[in-house]
């Protein structure tokens, strides 16, 4: 029974709480979370701004720590990683994918995208075949000289999901991508992050405070003032 | 990560603020140039002074033991009998004989000095020595330096005709006789500056002649020096004054004689043994100095013989003294212009660290380390405090040839003549290696503060920039 779990599951938070203090007043940001991800399925995470979905990312993402309760993401404990080892962890394991897209800025589009392989020590010839297929997956072949300045906010983004999924990650986090983006533009990049969980067959999770975005997801987590109040799977 | 991809990156980021990046990079330059233009100065101010000195009195004498200190009134008791065959011994030493260019006997004597048709009469500092081989070792010139050669126009021949301070022949009253310039007593000789100022190099050569013409002629003062033989009688030589020589600072120039050696031993020694109080050496290499000084001392107690070596060192305490004083200036410059260059990174890189938090957070959160974030930052650092330190020896090399081809001259203290103002950096590779290898540490130094304060960021704080 552990063992289906654990092949299914990609990441899993266990009673976990997580306040911020700010001076004399503790503020939550999550209280008493416990959540499964499935493998390989396109999860979107929503609530309204300020209920904890980017404080959920960035403990799925292994770069921030609860207070309390444990997270788990490929089977590994995380609160058992040093600094270096969850480093390396994230460097393997995790794709991020931010509101603000940001790239680096003095890499073109190419060299952003082919970076994460550089973190892995990919082999210079692997790499560049790879950076330029995930280049033309995102529909950019024709910018990888580009800097990111050079570039609109769609086409950044589509640079910043080529750069998360380069690594063939375990997880991919995406925090409120659209939010910086107009509708249009906006929509087509969710299609894209879709249309690329499919074909890479990549755990995706997405936040948003627009629950119209739900009609994408597999599963839908909905949260609110740290807490989640629903669940459920798309049929 | 990779270094030379670090190094790329670094070396980007560098452009995306140029302006301040280039206002770090000359202030690293400016530090480069200060510390190289004035190090170069000073070490041609070194080179000058040793160079005047080496030219005029050799690198180190040979004494009796004990001259130094109680012998200067004495030169009886601190004679050297077998002069020669201690200049014989150096010069045919294995092991010093190509070090030393010269070595040449001297004798340093005190008495009165008188003219006495005019009746006046003071004491004096005579020194005796041979002048073919002063003529000799002031060719020295290891540094390129090009010091004016000032000639005493005395010849071996001629065995009684010396040369005079300018403050003795005021004194003696031979301003008029010596044509003097500048001489307070008789406000009228002003129309030989012309003469004085001809290329002392064509002088050089046409020296000998015309020194032998002018005493021949018979127009040239005699004065007449009296001093005390070794026995202890008074004892008196008649000397012709070939012309009066500034000796640079006044306490000498009010009371030198020159002479040749032979009429200095005349004086003090009568019939009796011929000695000198002193073997002036030469060497071609100041480098070689102390190794001359361990070799000299090893011979000097293998034959028994009770001489001690002193160097220009300790025959000029002035020179160590300059120096030193140049040295501390020089110090308090390289220190003032490393701080200045320390703030000036700390301060350039603090800004980009806190600029570029996010982008902290971003790297970190792709997995970059905290060692790869801190490297991230001193090299790029390092990157200005090299681009600066190139610039700035870059520039300095430029300055100087521009100082140096300017034909500049100044008047080093103790000085007679004025010296060409020349910047030796290109003669100096170490300052400038130097010079480059402590603003690059510098500036790497001082970018390991921010690059720290970056590594430390936590990856969350860094991407919301708290
Ligand atoms: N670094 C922080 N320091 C203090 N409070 C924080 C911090 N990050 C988030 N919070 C608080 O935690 C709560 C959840 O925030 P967050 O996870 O950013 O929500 P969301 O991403 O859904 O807008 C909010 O009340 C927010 O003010
Ligand atoms: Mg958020």
Redesign the interface.
């Known amino acids: 029974m552990t063992q289906t779990i654990a092949e299914e599951t990609v990441a899993r938070l266990n009673g976990v709480d997580k306040i911020y203090r700010l001076g004399d007043v503790d503020v939550v940001g999550l209280k008493g979370v416990t959540l499964a991800l499935r493998r390989q399925k396109f999860t979107v995470i929503v609530g309204p701004s300020g209920s904890g979905k ?1 404080t959920l990312l ?1 403990l799925l ?1 292994c ?2 720590t609860p207070n309390l309760g444990t997270v788990e993401v490929c089977g590994q404990d995380i609160a058992t990683l040093d ?2 080892q969850l ?6 394991k ?1 794709g ?1 994918i ?1 509101q ?1 897209f ?1 790239l ?4 073109t589009a190419y060299e952003n995208v082919e ?2 392989l ?3 020590g990919v082999p210079a010839a692997e790499r560049k075949e790879r950076t330029l297929a995930m280049l033309n997956a995102v529909e950019l072949g024709d910018k990888a000289n580009h800097r990111p300045n050079q570039l609109s906010g769609g086409q950044r983004q589509r640079v910043a999901i080529a ?1 998360s999924l380069i690594k063939e990650p375990a997880l991919v986090l995406a925090d409120e991508p659209t939010a910086n983006l107009d509708t249009r533009t906006g929509g087509a990049i969710i299609a894209l992050m879709r249309r690329m969980q499919e074909t890479q067959h990549t755990s995706f999770v997405f936040s948003s405070h627009d629950p119209q975005l739900m009609e994408w997801a597999d599963d839908t987590v909905t949260i609110r003032d740290g807490e989640i109040i629903d669940m459920r799977r798309a049929a | 990560m990779n270094l030379a991809y670090t190094v790329s990156i670094a070396f980007r980021n560098l452009f995306r603020n140029a302006r301040r990046s280039s206002i770090t990079v000359l202030s690293v330059a400016t530090g480069g140039i200060a510390v190289l233009m004035f190090g170069g100065f000073v070490a041609n101010i070194f080179h000058s002074l040793e160079t005047g000195l080496v030219m005029s009195g050799g690198h180190l004498q040979v004494f009796k033991q004990g001259y130094f200190h109680f012998g200067a009134g004495d030169p009886a008791s601190y004679g050297i009998a077998n002069y020669d065959e201690v200049m014989q011994t150096i010069k045919s030493d294995p092991q010093l004989g190509p070090m030393v260019t010269l070595a040449t006997p001297q004798l340093t004597l005190f008495g009165v000095a008188g003219n006495f048709k005019e009746g006046v009469s003071r004491t004096f500092l005579g020194v005796g020595f041979i002048p073919s081989d002063r003529r000799k070792m002031a060719q020295w010139d290891r540094y390129d330096m090009h010091i004016p050669i000032r000639l005493s126009g005395m010849t071996d021949e001629q065995t009684d005709v010396g040369i005079v301070g300018y403050g003795l022949a005021r004194v003696l009253h031979l301003c008029d006789a010596l044509q003097v310039k500048d001489c307070p007593q008789p406000p009228k000789k002003a129309e030989q500056k012309a003469a004085v100022d001809t290329d002392i190099q064509a002088l050089a050569s046409a020296e000998a002649q015309t020194a032998a013409q002018q005493t021949q002629a018979g127009d040239h003062p005699k004065i007449d020096l009296l001093a005390a033989t070794s026995q202890g009688a008074p004892n008196i030589v008649s000397l012709t004054v070939l012309k009066a020589q500034n000796q640079g600072f006044k306490e000498m120039d009010e009371v030198f004689v020159g002479m040749p050696l032979g009429l200095a031993q005349k004086l003090i020694y009568g019939r009796g043994t011929k000695q000198a109080t002193s073997v002036v050496v030469q060497l071609n290499d100041t480098d070689q100095l102390y190794q001359a000084v361990d070799r000299l001392n090893q011979l000097f107690q293998e034959k028994g013989w009770g001489l001690e070596v002193r160097t220009f060192h300790d025959l000029t305490p002035f020179y160590d003294q300059a120096t030193g004083m140049f040295r501390s200036i020089f110090a308090f410059l390289a220190v003032l212009m490393g701080a200045i260059v320390l703030f000036t990174v700390i301060n350039t890189m603090s800004m980009v660290v806190m600029e570029r938090t996010v982008e902290i957070g971003t790297l970190r959160a792709l997995g970059l380390r905290r060692n790869a974030v801190r490297l991230l930052f001193i090299v790029e650092g390092a990157l200005l405090g090299m681009v600066g330190a190139t610039l700035g020896v870059i520039s300095a090399i430029i300055l100087s040839i521009l100082v140096n081809a300017s034909h500049l001259t100044w008047l080093p203290p103790n000085n007679v003549e004025r010296i060409p103002l020349r910047v030796n950096v290109t003669a100096n590779p170490d300052l400038i290696l130097w010079t480059w290898i402590l603003l690059v540490v510098i500036a790497t130094l001082s970018a390991f503060f921010p690059a720290n304060r970056a590594a430390r960021l936590t990856v969350v704080n860094a991407l919301h920039q708290v």
């Open positions: 980017t960035n993402g770069i921030d600094d270096n480093s390396d962890f994230r460097a393997m995790i991020f931010f603000n940001s680096i800025p003095v890499l970076y994460p550089l973190l892995t750069r």
